[in-house]
């Protein structure tokens, strides 16, 4: 079976009826748990971006908070885990300026666990790959935004202390 192309797929949807394309969004909600969410969030989220910020932001708080630090190895399994989350938030928004939020917001809790994170070239790679990312997606925001996002972004670039998080 091939599968048509986005652009018949949009041809297409444009010919259906109001009750046929409800149809169609509750039948691909039912199949996939990220389709739900993300339906969820055009709905309902998408017309309060500070409100769905703030969200993620305290969840991942809470999710900082019960990272295991009895060993580096569990460390990066839950902090990989609270990675995925946010990146999955930020695909849902499609925002940069939500992007920069989160990845910021990330970084400032990685850098407040403490971590013996010199044990682990993972994590620090991983750290500098989000720092690559707020830069990217900081790039692509306009000059005044960029401005205000700039001591935040200051703030977790600077070099971590050589044995812990803080």
Do not use: W
């Not at 930020?90 to 920069?100: A, H, M, N």
């Not at 850098?111 to 994590?123: F, G, I, N, P, T």
Request: with cysteine.
């Amino acid at each position: 079976m091939n599968t048509a192309s986005l652009s018949e797929i949009k041809r297409e949807l444009r010919e259906c009826t109001h009750e046929e394309l409800i149809d169609h969004c509750l039948r691909v909600a039912k199949y996939k748990r990220e389709n739900k969410e993300l339906l969820n969030y055009l709905l309902f989220e998408a017309h309060d971006e500070d409100g769905y910020i703030a969200g993620i932001k305290s969840d991942m708080v809470e999710m900082f908070d019960e990272v295991n630090l009895s060993s580096v190895y569990f460390a990066k399994k839950t902090i990989r885990k609270i990675l995925r989350f946010a990146a999955k938030h930020i695909k849902y928004s499609g925002s940069k300026q939500t992007e920069v939020e989160i990845l910021i917001a990330f970084c400032l809790g990685m850098r407040k666990l403490d971590l013996a994170y010199h044990e682990s070239k993972v994590l620090i790679n991983l750290y500098d790959r989000q720092l690559h990312n707020i830069i990217k997606a900081m790039s692509q925001l306009n000059e005044d935004l960029q401005f205000d996002y700039q001591a935040d972004f200051d703030l977790v670039s600077q070099p971590i202390a050589t044995t812990r998080f803080y």
